[in-house]
């Protein structure tokens, strides 16, 4: 494998080794680096859109600044010719295979990657006793091409996760060799999930899900199964010491195709782990903190053995993931049509669009599923009591002043049933997130949306019988009309 020549850059990561406060006892070490996380979380970074360039100037620095401690490889390109590294640290017998994005738009666990290296290189005595017992091979974005687009599969359009078996994409190939090559004995698969999956019907997000990946249809469990099972245990321990109830079971239906089951078929003891959603966590910073303590407990569990005392029902008796969350869910809303009045819930969810004017990502959230979503629930619960729906209005004149802008008065606004205000002018000294800016819309044309409820944009209002308006859902935001 080529060598790479590294080019050392500054960067804000802490240099402050809290060494001598870490403590070797599993229980207390898990605690530890939960409470001081800010000391290794990588600040370069902390969206979980980024540039792939600058993900790789900052693990470069990193492997730098460990004085030998890693290694990284160039192992191969992408199908568009881009670098895929692989970092390699410890001489210890028991290895360890962990691979983060062969999704591009799932970079959960590539951000965590960083942070691990950082603690690592901040704690050399722990370097120094995981080097002992563990080779750990970490393959940072393996899907470079998707991710620098931040789309799921790769520049040949495949989904490099069902390619285990043809190897049609240079990805796969990459991933297939240095599996051949290491032969691990745990191989960690790490991914993200939609945030509106939650943890069986217990009201809680999935923020973290775990497979032990099947090798057959039958879903049997052989030693190297049962040990993927046993850390999947451990995971859900660690995570749920300071995120209780968060931790559910990916399906675990057989997928010929994909790398994890044919990884666990090969005879390494996979693990997928699944980033979900989190409250309030847009960009996914406390999923991340999530991932972290769930790869270096995995490695100091796995390192001592300390996963052989979880047990297979302990696996099973995870919750399911199930697909239950929204991220607002309003009960009890009376609609009208035809002039029948009827009861629904509304469920309200965001997808993300760039927005050419804001020159950013933008959160668009819209009414996804509506009628009785009594099993469903949501990071954030409105009880309607029977209001009345009325969709929202929008503002008669485009703005395209600021100065113009600044003279609404969005809560005089809203008591008039206006949501929408269309500006096509600069956001430079508009607040961001406040509820002007919420308002605001920068599509042209907004009138021209279906007047149907379902899948229409979440801004309406929500009025008692004398016609008073009690709320307004301004783009997913409830305001409380005073």
Same mark, same amino acid.
């Given at each position: 494998m080529k060598k790479l020549l590294i080019t050392f850059i500054v960067l804000t990561m802490s240099n402050t080794s809290t060494s001598q406060s870490i403590s070797t006892n599993f229980d207390d070490f898990i605690s530890?680096?939960?409470?001081?996380?800010?000391?290794?979380?990588?600040?370069?970074?902390?969206?979980?859109?980024?540039?792939?360039?600058?993900?790789?100037?900052?693990?470069? $620095?990193?492997?730098?600044? $460990?004085?030998?401690?890693?290694?990284?490889?160039?192992?191969?390109?992408?199908?568009?010719?881009?670098?895929?590294?692989?970092?390699?640290?410890?001489n210890g017998v028991r290895k360890i295979l962990m691979w983060s994005q062969m999704h591009?738009?799932?970079?959960?666990? $590539?951000l965590a990657l960083l942070d691990v290296i950082n603690f690592l290189n901040n704690e050399r005595h722990f370097a120094q006793y995981f080097s002992d017992k563990i080779s750990l091979y970490i393959i940072p974005i393996l899907n470079?091409?998707?991710?620098?687009?931040?789309?799921?599969?790769?520049?040949?359009?495949?989904?490099?996760?069902?390619?285990?078996?043809?190897?049609?994409?240079?990805?796969?190939?990459?991933?297939?060799?240095?599996?051949?090559?290491?032969k691990p004995e745990f191989a960690f698969n790490l991914h993200d999930q939609y945030s509106s999956y939650s943890v069986g019907k217990t009201g809680r997000p999935a923020s973290i899900a775990v497979l032990a990946p099947p090798f057959d249809y039958d879903r049997s469990i052989n030693e190297v199964r049962k040990k993927s099972m046993q850390v999947c245990v451990e995971i859900k321990k660690i995570v749920e010491k300071f995120y209780p109830g968060v931790v559910a079971r990916?399906?675990?239906?057989?997928?010929?195709?994909?790398?994890?089951?044919?990884?666990?078929m090969w005879g390494s003891s996979?693990?997928?782990?699944?980033?979900?959603?989190?409250?309030?966590?847009?960009?996914?910073?406390?999923?991340?903190?999530?991932?972290?303590? $769930?790869?270096?407990?995995?490695?100091?569990?796995?390192?001592?053995?300390?996963?052989?005392?979880?047990?297979?029902?302990?696996?099973?008796?995870?919750?399911?993931?199930?697909?239950?969350?929204?991220?607002?869910?309003i009960r009890n809303v009376i609609v009208e049509k035809d002039s029948i009045e009827y009861l629904i819930d509304l469920g309200i969810t965001y997808t993300e669009k760039f927005d050419s004017l804001r020159n950013k990502y933008i959160r668009q959230y819209s009414i996804v599923d509506i009628g009785d979503l009594s099993t469903f629930f949501a990071f954030d619960t409105l009880e309607a009591n029977q209001l009345k729906l009325e969709l929202g209005k929008v503002f008669e004149k485009v703005i395209t002043n600021p100065r113009q802008l600044k003279k609404l008065n969005p809560q005089d606004l809203l008591s008039e049933g206006i949501t929408t205000i269309i500006y096509q002018g600069a956001f430079k000294d508009l607040e961001q997130n406040s509820l002007l800016d919420l308002m605001i819309t920068t599509t042209k044309f907004?009138?021209?949306e279906s007047r149907k409820l379902l899948n229409h944009s979440a801004n309406f209002v929500l009025k008692d019988n004398n016609g008073k308006i009690i709320y307004a859902v301004v783009n997913g935001n409830v305001i409380k009309i005073r």
């Open positions: 530890e680096l939960f409470h001081k996380y800010h000391h290794y979380k990588v600040k370069d970074i902390e969206t979980k859109r980024f540039i792939v360039n600058d993900y790789h100037k900052i693990l470069d $620095s990193l492997i730098v600044k $460990s004085n030998k401690l890693f290694s990284i490889d160039l192992i191969g390109k992408s199908f568009k010719q881009k670098e895929i590294k692989l970092i390699q640290f410890g591009g738009d799932e970079s959960t666990a $590539s470079p091409d998707g991710a620098k687009e931040f789309e799921r599969r790769n520049s040949q359009e495949i989904d490099i996760n069902r390619d285990a078996l043809r190897l049609q994409t240079p990805e796969g190939k990459i991933l297939k060799q240095i599996c051949d090559n290491i990916y399906d675990d239906e057989f997928e010929p195709r994909a790398f994890g089951d044919n990884i666990q996979t693990i997928l782990i699944e980033s979900g959603g989190y409250f309030k966590d847009f960009e996914k910073q406390e999923v991340r903190k999530m991932n972290f303590l $769930s790869l270096l407990g995995s490695i100091y569990s796995i390192a001592n053995n300390l996963y052989e005392k979880n047990s297979i029902q302990s696996y099973f008796e995870i919750p399911e993931n199930e697909r239950r969350f929204f991220d607002l869910l907004p009138l021209r």
